[in-house]
């Protein structure tokens, strides 16, 4: 049985590979890990899409050993010392896949296998969004060049080389009419807004925030849809206030995200600093950091708060999924707004939770990998996904 300082190890040596940080000489470590226990060591064969299958069953035999090893709970629940097995498993044939590269072995069949793999593969989202104008005309964000795009009220749009679109005006301007734009990302979209008080706004896959291009003096209202994480200028003499479906939430500056999809089945605010107020009829409730609320899109106004791990709920800003404790329909729903694909279901779904991270600029198929581990399969067909048990 391996030390807790073996385990923590392997573990570490999972989250480099899966983001891509792990050295070659970690990656021979790594690979010895699963070759300890064998009784026939996994060596590189003379010719890879020959024997990948046999690879492959071999070491899906040692994982199905090592969960049986494990205590009841993994019967339940998929955490990251099994990611780290299944990712042992992928870090294995990417490494027969350099050995024969690197050795001059033909690089034929080794193609012609990946090809067929990733035939149907589908690439992962990106900076896209739309601005649609107070009169109604649309500008596609990804297309425009970088500099001034346009002016609205006496606000000028600046477009700048890392995709953020920033809203300039005057305190001069402040009395001006109100004006407002509305900023939207497609399925397989993101972006980022500094909007004309200074706070700045990041627009998940299929979003959508309508705001003035310049604020009036009582207040700072915007209207969202979707998830969208702010970082709002501090102001006390006019409070920010963000409308969520039937949710109010009432800051004067801080740092909160708000989850408000009409295909989940809450609205989520997760406040990461500062204070938030949430509103929901006649319901209000005060969160603290570390936060987070809950109100059902249906029934009542209830508002349920729990204490979170906010670095969870804030990866997708920092280019991650990550999922804690997370049904399957819960995880191919955010696969389905970032990679812009319908899911399907055969069957029934596995009730088993997956706890673990990867990162979000990866093609489908490695993510749909270290679900398989939940005890589901998957299949593309086009911008589909088939789910079966």
């Not at 070759?35 to 060591?41: E, H, I, K, R, T």
């Amino acid at each position: 049985m391996k030390s807790p300082n073996a385990e923590e190890r392997y573990q570490e040596l999972a989250r480099k590979w899966l983001d891509k940080t792990i050295t070659p000489d970690e990656q021979s470590e790594f690979a010895a890990w699963y070759n300890a226990d064998q009784d026939a060591p996994l060596h590189i064969p003379p010719t890879f899409a020959e024997s990948e299958p046999t690879q492959r069953e071999r070491i899906l035999n040692k994982i199905d050993q090592a969960i049986k090893k494990n205590d009841d709970r993994s019967k339940r629940i998929i955490s990251l010392k099994w990611a780290s097995i299944a990712a042992c498993f992928l870090l294995i044939l990417a490494a027969v896949v350099h050995f024969h590269l690197k050795t001059g072995t033909p690089k034929k069949p080794v193609l012609a296998h990946f090809k067929k793999q990733l035939k149907n593969n589908v690439a992962p989202g990106g900076d896209k969004a739309l601005l649609t104008l107070s009169d109604g005309k649309q500008i596609v964000l990804n297309d425009a060049k970088n500099g001034v795009i346009t002016s609205q009220g006496h606000a000028k749009i600046n477009k700048e080389k890392n995709n953020q679109l920033i809203y300039e005006a005057s305190a001069s301007q402040l009395n001006s009419p109100v004006v407002y734009n509305t900023i939207s990302t497609p399925k397989g979209g993101q972006f980022q807004i500094v909007l004309s008080d200074g706070s700045k706004v990041w627009l998940n896959a299929a979003s959508s925030i309508t705001f003035p291009t310049t604020f009036s003096k009582s207040e700072r209202l915007v209207t969202i849809s979707g998830e969208v994480y702010f970082e709002v200028t501090k102001n006390p003499h006019q409070p920010f206030k963000v409308v969520a479906g039937k949710q109010t939430v009432e800051v004067l500056g801080t740092h909160f995200n708000i989850n408000a999809y009409d295909d989940e089945r809450t609205i989520k605010t997760t406040l990461v600093e500062g204070s938030v107020k949430v509103s929901a009829g006649s319901e209000t409730s005060i969160l603290k950091p570390n936060q987070q609320s809950a109100i059902a899109h249906d029934g009542s106004d209830a508002i349920n708060i729990k204490t979170v791990d906010t670095e969870n709920v804030l990866a997708w800003t920092n280019g991650n999924f990550e999922f804690e404790k997370a049904e399957v329909s819960d995880i191919m729903r955010q696969a389905a707004r970032w990679y812009d694909v319908t899911v399907k279901y055969e069957g029934a779904v596995s009730p088993r939770r997956f706890t673990g991270s990867i990162s979000r600029n990866v093609n489908l198929s490695e993510l749909l990998k270290m679900l398989k581990y939940t005890g589901v399969n998957f299949k593309i067909e086009g911008k589909t996904v088939i789910v079966t048990s």
